[in-house]
Protein backbone atom coordinates (compact mmCIF):
# COMPACT_ATOMS: atom_id res chain seq x y z
CA UNK A 1 0.00 0.00 0.00
CA UNK A 2 1.33 3.38 -1.25
CA UNK A 3 0.11 6.64 -0.03
CA UNK A 4 -0.07 8.04 -3.52
CA UNK A 5 -0.55 5.54 -6.40
CA UNK A 6 -0.28 8.53 -9.24
CA UNK A 7 3.23 8.48 -8.79
CA UNK A 8 3.48 4.65 -9.46
CA UNK A 9 1.79 3.85 -12.31
CA UNK A 10 4.21 5.25 -15.23
CA UNK A 11 7.10 3.55 -13.75
CA UNK A 12 5.20 0.00 -13.16
CA UNK A 13 4.07 0.42 -17.02
CA UNK A 14 7.23 0.53 -18.16
CA UNK A 15 8.42 -2.03 -15.73
CA UNK A 16 6.08 -4.10 -18.12
CA UNK A 17 3.19 -4.57 -15.58
CA UNK A 18 0.03 -5.90 -16.73
CA UNK A 19 -2.17 -4.72 -13.57
CA UNK A 20 -2.19 -2.06 -11.15
CA UNK A 21 -4.37 -2.21 -8.15
CA UNK A 22 -4.22 0.72 -5.60
CA UNK A 23 -5.83 0.80 -2.24
CA UNK A 24 -9.24 3.16 -2.10
CA UNK A 25 -7.94 4.44 0.96
CA UNK A 26 -4.85 6.42 -0.44
CA UNK A 27 -7.27 7.43 -3.63
CA UNK A 28 -10.51 8.72 -2.72
CA UNK A 29 -9.88 12.11 -3.98
CA UNK A 30 -8.33 11.04 -7.55
CA UNK A 31 -9.68 7.51 -8.47
CA UNK A 32 -10.88 8.26 -11.48
CA UNK A 33 -7.86 10.36 -12.74
CA UNK A 34 -5.92 7.18 -11.69
CA UNK A 35 -7.85 4.69 -13.17
CA UNK A 36 -7.31 6.32 -16.41
CA UNK A 37 -4.15 6.75 -16.24
CA UNK A 38 -3.59 3.10 -15.39
CA UNK A 39 -5.55 2.42 -18.44
CA UNK A 40 -3.56 4.77 -20.72
CA UNK A 41 -0.46 3.15 -19.83
CA UNK A 42 -2.01 -0.26 -20.96
CA UNK A 43 -2.92 -1.94 -17.55
CA UNK A 44 -5.64 -3.68 -16.15
CA UNK A 45 -7.07 -1.45 -13.04
CA UNK A 46 -7.83 -3.14 -10.08
CA UNK A 47 -8.54 -1.52 -6.62
CA UNK A 48 -8.21 -3.04 -3.03
CA UNK A 49 -9.99 -2.40 0.22
CA UNK A 50 -8.54 -2.75 3.99
CA UNK A 51 -10.47 -4.88 6.63
CA UNK A 52 -11.71 -2.14 8.16
CA UNK A 53 -13.26 -0.48 5.35
CA UNK A 54 -16.67 -1.05 4.10
CA UNK A 55 -17.24 -2.59 0.99
CA UNK A 56 -19.82 0.17 -0.53
CA UNK A 57 -16.12 1.98 -1.15
CA UNK A 58 -15.49 0.16 -3.57
CA UNK A 59 -18.87 -0.06 -5.69
CA UNK A 60 -18.60 3.15 -7.32
CA UNK A 61 -15.41 2.87 -8.60
CA UNK A 62 -16.99 -0.83 -10.13
CA UNK A 63 -19.92 0.72 -11.65
CA UNK A 64 -18.15 4.13 -13.04
CA UNK A 65 -17.94 5.18 -16.89
CA UNK A 66 -14.26 3.80 -16.54
CA UNK A 67 -14.39 1.20 -13.87
CA UNK A 68 -11.63 -0.77 -11.85
CA UNK A 69 -11.62 -4.36 -13.72
CA UNK A 70 -11.01 -6.42 -10.38
CA UNK A 71 -11.62 -5.79 -6.68
CA UNK A 72 -8.69 -6.51 -4.05
CA UNK A 73 -10.39 -7.42 -0.81
CA UNK A 74 -7.45 -7.89 2.15
CA UNK A 75 -8.21 -10.61 4.45
CA UNK A 76 -5.63 -9.60 6.67
CA UNK A 77 -3.95 -5.66 7.70
CA UNK A 78 -1.78 -5.32 4.58
CA UNK A 79 1.88 -4.15 5.36
CA UNK A 80 3.65 -8.02 6.56
CA UNK A 81 3.00 -12.15 5.66
CA UNK A 82 2.09 -14.85 7.77
CA UNK A 83 -0.97 -13.17 9.69
CA UNK A 84 -3.81 -15.09 10.05
CA UNK A 85 -6.68 -15.10 7.74
CA UNK A 86 -9.95 -13.21 8.77
CA UNK A 87 -13.28 -15.14 7.58
CA UNK A 88 -15.20 -12.47 8.36
CA UNK A 89 -14.18 -10.86 5.15
CA UNK A 90 -15.56 -13.34 2.93
CA UNK A 91 -19.05 -11.43 3.65
CA UNK A 92 -17.63 -8.62 1.49
CA UNK A 93 -16.40 -11.41 -1.09
CA UNK A 94 -20.17 -12.42 -1.21
CA UNK A 95 -21.28 -8.60 -1.53
CA UNK A 96 -19.49 -8.48 -4.51
CA UNK A 97 -20.33 -11.80 -5.61
CA UNK A 98 -23.79 -11.43 -5.42
CA UNK A 99 -23.48 -7.50 -7.26
CA UNK A 100 -21.49 -8.13 -10.01
CA UNK A 101 -21.61 -11.86 -11.14
CA UNK A 102 -18.55 -11.42 -13.49
CA UNK A 103 -16.40 -9.23 -11.50
CA UNK A 104 -12.84 -10.48 -10.95
CA UNK A 105 -12.58 -10.41 -7.28
CA UNK A 106 -9.03 -11.37 -5.71
CA UNK A 107 -8.44 -11.57 -1.72
CA UNK A 108 -5.19 -11.62 0.00
CA UNK A 109 -3.89 -12.90 3.40
CA UNK A 110 -3.42 -15.76 5.51
CA UNK A 111 -4.79 -17.79 2.19
CA UNK A 112 -3.14 -21.53 2.23
CA UNK A 113 -4.90 -25.29 2.25
CA UNK A 114 -6.83 -24.84 5.48
CA UNK A 115 -8.54 -21.09 4.03
CA UNK A 116 -9.36 -21.52 0.47
CA UNK A 117 -12.39 -23.06 0.08
CA UNK A 118 -13.70 -20.09 2.76
CA UNK A 119 -12.91 -18.11 -0.32
CA UNK A 120 -13.15 -19.86 -3.50
CA UNK A 121 -17.39 -20.53 -1.75
CA UNK A 122 -17.76 -17.33 -0.67
CA UNK A 123 -16.75 -15.79 -4.64
CA UNK A 124 -13.03 -15.42 -4.60
CA UNK A 125 -11.89 -16.49 -8.33
CA UNK A 126 -8.19 -14.81 -8.03
CA UNK A 127 -5.49 -15.51 -4.64
CA UNK A 128 -2.95 -13.86 -3.37
CA UNK A 129 -1.14 -16.82 -1.56
CA UNK A 130 3.08 -15.74 -0.09
CA UNK A 131 3.74 -17.50 3.04
CA UNK A 132 1.42 -20.59 2.58
CA UNK A 133 3.52 -21.24 -0.45
CA UNK A 134 6.92 -20.05 -0.27
CA UNK A 135 7.07 -22.00 3.35
CA UNK A 136 5.59 -24.92 2.47
CA UNK A 137 8.22 -27.80 1.66
CA UNK A 138 5.76 -28.94 -1.78
CA UNK A 139 4.93 -25.35 -2.94
CA UNK A 140 3.98 -26.88 -6.38
CA UNK A 141 1.27 -28.77 -4.60
CA UNK A 142 0.13 -26.08 -2.46
CA UNK A 143 -0.56 -23.84 -6.07
CA UNK A 144 -2.26 -26.89 -7.16
CA UNK A 145 -4.63 -27.52 -4.58
CA UNK A 146 -5.39 -23.44 -4.25
CA UNK A 147 -6.28 -23.54 -8.13
CA UNK A 148 -8.26 -26.63 -7.85
CA UNK A 149 -10.23 -25.16 -5.44
CA UNK A 150 -11.21 -22.01 -7.27
CA UNK A 151 -11.77 -24.01 -10.61
CA UNK A 152 -13.52 -26.63 -8.91
CA UNK A 153 -16.35 -23.64 -7.25
CA UNK A 154 -16.35 -21.79 -10.35
CA UNK A 155 -17.37 -25.11 -12.38
CA UNK A 156 -20.40 -25.36 -10.53
CA UNK A 157 -21.33 -21.94 -10.79
Known sequence: MVTNPLDYVEPFGKAGASGFTF??????????????????????PGVSLKPGTPIEE????????????????????????GQKFMPEMMDKVRALRKKYPSLDIEVDGGLGPSTIDLAASAGAN???????????????????????????????S
Not at 23 to 44: T, Y
Not at 60 to 80: C, I, R, S, Y
Not at 128 to 156: H, N
Request: with cysteine; proline share 5%; net charge negative.
Open 58 to 81: VYPLVEAKDPVEMVLVMTVQPGFG
Open 23 to 44: HVEASKDNWQELVQQIKSKGMR
Open 126 to 156: CIVAGSSVFGASDPAQVISLMRKSVEDVQAA
